[in-house]
């Protein structure tokens, strides 16, 4: 076997195992770029799940929010139209003529059962001074006392027993106003 021979089968092994390990570095770069593939599709579609899911997320947040102010928004209009009637009904009974002497009687008759006999003095409204004082008439040891801030009826007093009882025009419309509050209120917003 001469040189020559020898030499051309240590080249044609070296190539064979340089084709062979080419081959095998080929398959793992392959198999590498396969494997990188496969995690960038899996890391995008995860992203893209994700991006979705938090876009969700945010627009619940956003229509929840906006449901809420709607809420809000609908109650402060309820609060505005209650407060406007209950302004009306306000003004219609200060301004109420007929049955108010009727109406004040009742109210200074509920009071004079708070009363032994004491001296009473007892206060109203500015504009029913001449209408209290004519039926204090009716009543010993009563007397006008001065205006008090209200709609109308009494606010009577006695200084021997310290007893103060407030029958007035605006105490009797605050605990009817409370008592059908919500009547008015589903009256006024049926849907």
Known sequence: MSLDTVVEDIRDEARAQAEEIR??????????????EAEAERIREERER???????????????????EAKQARLEARREVLQDVRDEVEQAIAGLEDGREELTRALLEDAAAEFDDDTVEVYGRADDQELLESILEDYDGYEYAGEFDCLGGVVAESAGSRVRVKNTFDSVLDEVWEDNLKAVSDRLFEQ
Do not use: G, H, P
Request: net charge negative.
């Open 23 to 36: 081959a095998e570095a080929e398959e793992r770069a392959e198999e590498v770029v396969a494997e990188a």
């Open 50 to 68: 994700e991006a979705t899911r938090q876009v969700e997320q945010e627009r619940e947040q956003k229509l929840s929010s906006a449901k809420l």
